[in-house]
Each structure stands twice: as C-alpha cells, then as structure tokens.
C-alpha cells in the first residue's frame, strides 16, 4: 500500500536533500521527540541554528517527517512500500536508506504511542463496601433491614471520581448473577469460534 | 481446601506460589521484614530499604521482594479482617508449606499487633460522611418590612461536614423558627 504526499507536505519534506544526512538525523530525532512529548519550539530554534538554516524550514521539515513516520507506522507499510512512496519526492539514494532505517527503528514506538490515542471510558481503580442493617428509623421502630453500600472508585485520565450505591442482598445477588452470565457468554461456541480466528 | 485466613475461601493461587520465596529468608529476618509490612499496614511509613538489606542475603530480585511485602501484607490484613488468632494462622501457614519457625514468627508478630491493625481497618472502613461539628445562634427577629410588631425567635444552624478521603469540609445552614425547631428536638 502506498503513501500519498500532498504537494504541501512535499515542499515541507523538500528541504531535506539541502539540509545534509547529519541534519537529517537531527529532524528525526526532533521529529520523534515531537511525537513522545509534543512541541518544542526551542528545541526547533536551537537546531535550526546548528545546521544554519531558517526556524520555519526546520519546523516544516520536522512536521513533514512527522507526518510521514506515523502515517508509516499507522499503515504498517512494508519496506518496498515505503521505498516507493518516497521516490516520489526524489531524493537520492543515501537520503532514502536514512529515512527508511528511521522508519524501520523507530516503527514499533510509534505505533505504542498512537495506540494509547484512543478515547477512553472510565476504568476501574477500587471497590469499597459496606453491610448494614437498619433496625429503626423515626416513621418505624423494630425493623430489619440488610443493605449494601458500595463505593466505587473511577479513574479517567488522572481524573478520580467516585459513585456511591446502595443496594440490598437479593439484587447484589441477582446483580452477580447478570455479571456471571455476561462472562459465561466468552464460553459459547460463537466467542470461542471468533476468539480461534483471532489467534 | 478452605483456610480461615482466607475468609473461609480457597487460598490465591499466587499466595501459594510466593510462600516458597518466604521460605527461602531466614526466619529472624522474615519477622523483622513482618514488622515494616506491619508498620506499613498501620500507616506510618515503611522503611524500604531496610528490607532491600534483610533480603539481599537470600538474593531475591527486585521483583521477589515487592512479592514478599505484597503476601506478607495480604496474610497480615487477611487474618486480621477474618479475626484469625496466631495460633489458628500458624498452623493454617504451615499446612500451606511455609517451615515452622517462619510461621511461628510472623504469627507472634501478628498476635503483638492484632487489635491495633483491627482498629485501624475499621477506621478504614468505608464511611460516606462524618458530622465534624454543630453551630448555632439563636436570633429574636424585632420587626419586618411586613409586620410592624413580629416578636419571634428565629434559630440558625449549620451542620459542618467532613468528606472521608477528600477531607474537605463541606456546611450545610438552615434556618428554623422555634416551632420546628421543638419538632426536629422531638
């Protein structure tokens, strides 16, 4: 499967031939750094003048390599795959087999730090639980009453929120019984079919 | 087979492997490592690298030793929920395959702390919200914009609140007239 470069993003990844194989090193370097942490436009500055050359040039072409990196990684694309998709830009031999060794590198890092991209539920930090029983309240005195008071401890990023829940035993219990049968749904035939197929 | 430590309940399959690694320590270390796990249950500050230097003679990795205080703690705050006395988790212990003197010393250990780290797991106990303190003030209201002649006393309280984990405080006022006032005291 091939990549396909807009002309913008050409003209970005055109400043490389004149930039030289040392200064390409330092774009991907930048250009990973971009990824693991985000912008750094000090970091830009700071390159742009060791190779000598404008700030905007070095910000396109860490742009411009950054894209191509991840869309690489995104696709998974095979060597030849890449090897043609950067023909297109011209460049010569040596300058292909640098980006190529920076894709192959660096392909598996990429691909961890795009997965953790996507959106996220609430999950599960802790359970904490209660058992009580009422014996008399002010409208009615001599009672047994059993409840459950459960708080439940949610984690969304770095977020912690907290949901509290009462309950008496026979609907914990029909509760249980739902959740039970959920997991028993991985035993079907169906799910044992899909999960083979997986494998 | 079921064990009273465990609440009645089959043993976890990763206590039973991790009690090998227990009895690779000497048990005099083995009661020392107890008593930071201990301190360490019951809130202050454990001292970690005391137990690096107990360990590093039985020359557990890193990843050995965070079992042994994970197991050690599980043990400890288990038998202290199911209110298990030492004698009864000794030999629950020493069925599961850890040696004598290990077993013998840490329950000794236990049994020192047993009502302390019962008191602070019930401390622990799930709480929704705590009443931190009542104040209140009593006004006699003159006259109004209303009524020229009003001659009623007015009662104001406030309910202050203490959030379990959060710790902040949260108040809630209320005014009443003495009339339900007398009701709310009744």
Not at chain 1, 156 to 167: F, G, I, K, S
Not at chain 2, 24 to 47: F, H, N, P, T
Request: aromatic share 4%.
């Amino acid at each position: 499967m091939l990549l396909v470069l807009s002309e913008e993003q050409k003209a970005h990844l055109g400043c490389l031939p004149r930039a030289g194989g040392a200064a390409v090193g330092e774009l991907g370097r930048l250009a990973l750094e971009l990824l693991r942490r985000g912008a750094a436009p000090r970091a830009c500055e700071a390159a742009a003048r060791k190779l000598n050359v404008g700030v905007d040039t070095v910000q396109h072409g860490v742009e411009g390599l950054t894209y191509l990196l991840t869309e690489s990684s995104k696709l998974m694309i095979s060597e030849t795959d890449f090897q043609d998709s950067i023909h297109v830009l011209g460049f010569s031999d040596e300058l292909n087999k640098l980006l190529l060794q920076l894709y192959l590198d660096n392909r598996k890092e990429i691909r961890s730090i795009l997965g953790e991209l996507t959106p996220k539920l609430p999950s599960y930090h802790n359970l904490e639980w209660r058992l009580d029983v009422q014996l008399a309240s002010r409208s009615l005195r001599q009672q047994i009453k059993p409840a459950v008071t459960i708080k439940l401890h949610l984690n969304q990023h770095e977020d912690q929120t907290a949901q509290v829940l009462q309950t008496d035993p026979s609907t914990l219990l029909h509760l249980i019984q739902q959740l039970e049968q959920a997991l028993g749904e991985m035993k079907t035939n169906h799910c044992r079919r899909i999960v083979r197929n997986m494998k | 087979q079921r064990f009273r430590f465990c609440g009645d309940l089959d043993c976890p399959d990763w206590v039973l492997a991790e009690i090998s690694t227990l009895a690779k320590i000497s048990s005099v270390k083995l009661k020392l490592i107890c008593a930071q796990v201990l301190r360490d249950l019951l809130g202050e500050a454990m001292e970690y690298e005391k137990i690096l230097k107990l360990t590093s003679d039985a020359r557990l990795e890193s990843g050995d030793v965070k079992a042994t205080i994970a197991v050690l703690g599980f043990i400890l705050s288990s038998a202290a929920k199911h209110n298990v006395d030492g004698e009864s988790l000794s030999s629950e212990l020493q069925q599961l395959g850890l040696p004598k003197e290990h077993a013998g010393g840490l329950c000794r250990s236990y049994e020192e702390k047993q009502s302390s780290l019962q008191d602070r797991l019930r401390a622990c106990s799930l709480r929704l919200s705590r009443l931190g303190s009542v104040g209140w003030r009593v006004d006699y209201t003159l006259s109004s914009s209303e009524l020229q002649e009003v001659n009623e006393p007015l009662v104001h309280l406030s309910f202050h609140l203490r959030d379990g984990e959060r710790g902040g405080t949260a108040a809630v006022p209320m005014a009443l007239s003495a009339y339900k006032f007398r009701v709310l005291l009744a």
